[in-house]
């Protein structure tokens, strides 16, 4: 073989060495990165102990699961983070969403609705039905069966 082709060839090998060994050292650095930063975000979120849940914030999402079930999908409304909402639900041409409301000093979930788009993107809903905390998950589901259907 010719010299000239033999050098060109090992610069070649070379160059590409280089470039795959940058490329191994970068996606590390960017991995390690983002691990560190992941985990500074879930040690600032979880503190020191992990939160403590109420009986009726356990319950919201199994109320949003069956609204999932029955074909519902989450969309993100106008005012949704401004006004500390859960997520609203659409189906068909309803919108649905669940919250925590205290009536007489106990928590209830309370599902809403209102089929203007305008109405939803704003928060403003009627309340369809009202769960005690207690109520068992199967009468939530008739219950929703019911409203949806």
Same mark, same amino acid.
């Given at each position: ?8 060839l090992i610069i070649a090998?070379?160059?590409i060495l280089l470039?795959?060994?940058g490329?191994?050292?970068i996606?590390y650095?960017?991995?390690? *990165? ?5 985990m500074?975000d879930k040690?600032?979120?979880s503190?020191n102990r992990? !939160? &403590? %849940?109420?009986?009726a ?5 199994? *109320? ?5 079930k029955?074909g519902a999908s ?5 005012n949704? !983070? &401004? %006004? ?6 659409k ?6 969403r669940?919250a925590i409301?205290?009536?007489e000093?106990?928590?209830?979930i309370?599902?809403y609705?209102?089929?203007n ?5 704003v928060g ?8 005690d905390?207690?109520t068992?998950?199967?009468?939530i589901e008739k219950e929703i069966t019911?409203?949806?259907m």
């Amino acid at each position: 073989m010719n010299k000239t082709v033999l050098i060109i060839l090992i610069i070649a090998v070379v160059v590409i060495l280089l470039i795959v060994i940058g490329r191994v050292a970068i996606n590390y650095y960017t991995g390690k *990165v983002l691990l560190e930063k992941y985990m500074a975000d879930k040690k600032m979120r979880s503190g020191n102990r992990p !939160a &403590k %849940l109420s009986p009726a914030e356990r319950k919201i999402p199994v *109320v949003e699961a069956f609204l999932m079930k029955y074909g519902a999908s989450p969309i993100h409304t106008k005012n949704q !983070a &401004k %006004l500390k909402h859960r997520s609203t639900f659409k189906l068909g041409d309803a919108y649905y969403r669940a919250a925590i409301e205290p009536i007489e000093g106990r928590d209830f979930i309370i599902l809403y609705a209102v089929e203007n788009p305008k109405y939803a993107d704003v928060g403003v809903m009627d309340s369809v039905a009202v769960f005690d905390v207690d109520t068992p998950d199967a009468d939530i589901e008739k219950e929703i069966t019911k409203i949806i259907m």
